[in-house]
T-cell receptor, first 110, second 119 residues
Framework: GNSVTQMEGPVTLSEEAFLTINCTYT??????LFWYVQYPGEGLQLLLK?????DKGSNKGFEATYRKETTSFHLEKGSVQVSDSAVYFC?????????FGAGTILRVKS | DTAVSQTPKYLVTQMGNDKSIKCEQN?????MYWYKQDSKKFLKIMFS?????LIINETVPNRFSPKSPDKAHLNLHINSLELGDSAVYFC?????WGVGSGGDTDTQYFGPGTRLTVL
């Protein structure tokens, strides 16, 4: 079946460091790809999405590009802030359900 | 003007009890979902309803029974609660049930979650 694999965390960075969280997927067809973020004690918020190959999703300084050739959707941000500390989930659409990766905890220190 | 709301936010109960979690969305969406997040933060689909009709049932024990009185509400009733049911339960909604519809139809909007603790 379809699946998503994310890099294990936690990822600990200093403020203003560059962030990459790797995400690869296995899927039949061409699913939409998503990054969701969960801040401490809160629900999931859509961070960005891409619906077809070579699409780039971006929001709040985060971006990810749908790479069909490498089946990847890595999340990047050029300069992280303490307020970016959260759990980040990569997901794909499988029919009309979302299949999530295991989540990556990001901790940003000031 | 919360988009997807859930009640209660916290639920602490004894093993063997029956409890319900309620979900409402005011986005006018056709499709609603329940997801379970375990203690390791792993998220998995449980159910999906489209316009009050059950679409997805992901091998969830039949102690869990979703009910959708109208397309804006999807409630989750759990009978005979067990320790392993302790988790955070998230409700979500999306505009439309239809593969390949493009646009925003497959984007899901999540509620704040209900943390269930079974003692």
């Amino acid at each position: 079946g379809n699946s998503v694999t994310q890099m294990e965390g936690p990822v600990t960075l200093s403020e203003e460091a560059f962030l990459t969280i790797n995400c690869t997927y296995t899927a039949t067809g061409y699913p939409s790809l998503f990054w969701y973020v969960q801040y401490p004690g809160e629900g999931l918020q859509l961070l960005l999405k891409a619906t077809k190959a070579d699409d780039k999703g971006s929001n709040k300084g985060f971006e990810a590009t749908y790479r069909k050739e490498t089946t990847s959707f890595h999340l990047e941000k050029g300069s992280v802030q303490v307020s970016d500390s959260a759990v980040y989930f990569c997901a794909l659409s499988d029919g009309n359900k979302l299949v999530f990766g295991a989540g990556t905890i990001l901790r940003v220190k000031s | 003007d919360t988009a997807v709301s859930q009640t209660p936010k916290y639920l602490v109960t004894q093993m063997g009890n029956d409890k319900s979690i309620k979900c409402e969305q005011n986005l006018g969406h056709d499709t609603m979902y329940w997801y379970k997040q375990d203690s390791k933060k792993f998220l998995k689909i449980m159910f999906s309803y489209n316009n009050k009709e059950l679409i997805i049932n992901e091998t969830v024990p039949n102690r869990f029974s979703p009910k959708s009185p109208d397309k804006a509400h999807l409630n989750l009733h759990i009978n005979s609660l067990e320790l392993g049911d302790s988790a955070v339960y998230f409700c979500a909604s999306s505009p439309y049930w239809g593969v390949g519809s493009g646009g925003d139809t497959d984007t899901q909007y999540f509620g704040p979650g209900t943390r269930l603790t079974v003692l």
